[in-house]
């Protein structure tokens, strides 16, 4: 797949799908004394996006005139000035779903170009963003959690998780369940619910350890075998790590 477009004077953005995957997902920023150019090649799978509908890695080019960025001025130093001359990193989950928005893109003609060129101007915020002292490229500076819907669906990670606490489902198949690409769903719920998703996995299955081993007339072995563990031996160091005893001292007692 390629499409070129001039979305309108003094913005071009093409989307090409290439054959050689990108383990990381990178981008490149070049400016010269006609324009400001950025491109980004990233793979389907990078970051895990649960959205994305194929597997395919591509290269997605923006180039913006000065004339074009002068618009946004507003009388002050046109912003092209701001940028460096040749500037590269990794780009963050934001800047990730912003791409997979652009190849997926169905809308044709006007409204294409609306949209291609609203995702453009955000490609390039988030480059700069990304560039500042604060923030930096590895997810650390994604905005998550910002609407109703994710917070539900954070919520809904974890009623999953409760519901199949015996064998709870992998962070890359509950991802897929609840619609949310892995780092939103791992930096998400530490937010949310002050642990990870693996520290909020032991801790329930501790916990149901804990009722269990004080309240039934069930084995140690079985108990673990209960809770999803396999070897008796780890479900006793992990219940020691986590309660300080192990859990035949807690039966006795």
């Known amino acids: ?5 001039k979305i309108r004077d003094g913005l071009f953005c093409s989307i090409k799908s290439i054959s050689n ?7 490149f920023l070049k400016k010269n004394e006609h324009a400001v150019s950025l491109t980004c090649f990233f793979s389907a799978d990078v970051c895990g996006l649960s959205f994305a509908t194929d597997e395919a890695s591509h290269q997605i080019g923006v180039t913006f005139h000065h004339h074009f960025l002068e618009q946004f001025s507003m009388g002050e130093k046109n912003i092209a000035q701001q940028f460096p001359a ?3 990193h990794e780009i963050c989950c934001n800047t990730k779903m912003i791409l997979h928005e652009m190849v997926n893109c169905k809308l044709q003609g006007a409204f294409r170009n609306m949209f291609l060129e609203s995702k453009a101007i ?3 915020l988030c480059f700069q963003k990304c560039n500042t002292a604060e923030n930096q490229s590895d997810c650390a500076s994604c905005k998550f959690l910002t609407k109703d819907v994710e917070k539900e669906k954070i919520v809904k990670a974890k009623e999953i998780i409760l519901k199949q606490l015996q064998h709870p489902p992998t962070i890359p198949e509950l991802s897929l369940q609840i619609g949310i ?5 791992k930096k998400g719920f530490k937010e949310l619910f002050g642990s990870t998703v693996y520290e909020f996995v032991q801790e329930q299955r501790m916990l149901q350890a804990k009722l269990l081993l004080s309240t039934s007339d069930f084995s140690v072995s079985q108990v673990a075998e209960k809770i999803g563990f396999s070897s ?9 790590k986590h309660t300080g005893v192990f859990p035949s001292e807690l039966q006795l007692n």
Do not use: D, H, T, W
Request: proline share 3%; hydrophobic share 45%.
């Open 1 to 5: 797949m390629f499409s070129e477009n």
């Open 21 to 27: 995957p990108q383990q990381n997902a990178i981008s």
């Open 86 to 88: 040749f500037q590269q």
């Open 122 to 124: 955000a490609l390039l």
């Open 181 to 185: 690409n892995q780092c939103y769903l």
């Open 232 to 240: 008796l031996s780890s479900f006793s160091a992990a219940f020691k």
